[in-house]
């Protein structure tokens, strides 16, 4: 079988057990994703769609949020383009406790050399090795 991509909607319904007839599907889906049986693809802008949500929707704190990422990353058969940059975001995300999406920034800037940042977010301030400036 070809690999399929997946949905944020597929991780939510899974980690929320909200729904009676979906969450039950999306909980088996992702057993043969851990068991390697299945691949799937997980883009980036699904998984900050993950983490807004549970954040924002659920008020989840990112103690809570982290765990759940860290063992999405980790299952056998999850692909992403950058996987070794989502875990150093992951990592941001929960030690300077800064936005996924801006921990995400700051991890392929890091990945790329750069050590300055034109922003006015100053959750770049708390991100070591970084310097924000304002134009």
């Not at 924002?56 to 999405?72: I, M, N, T």
């Not at 977010?121 to 310097?131: A, I, P, Q, S, Y």
Request: proline share 5%.
């Amino acid at each position: 079988m070809s690999p399929r991509a997946i949905d944020a909607n597929i991780l939510l319904r899974f980690v929320t057990a909200d729904h009676p007839q979906m969450s039950p599907r999306c909980r088996d889906l992702l057993e043969r994703v851990q068991s390697g049986e299945e691949t799937v693809l997980l883009p980036e802008a699904a998984l900050c769609d993950v983490v807004w949500t549970l954040r924002s929707f659920y008020d989840w704190p990112a103690e809570r949020v982290g765990p759940f990422v860290g063992s999405l990353l980790a299952l056998d058969g999850l692909r992403m383009s950058r996987k070794e940059l989502l875990w150093e975001a992951l990592t941001l995300f929960v030690d300077e406790r800064i936005d996924f999406s801006d921990a995400l920034i700051a991890a392929e800037t890091a990945a790329h050399g750069v050590t300055e940042i034109y922003s006015y977010d100053r959750d770049f301030d708390r991100v070591e090795g970084l310097t924000r400036i304002e134009p």
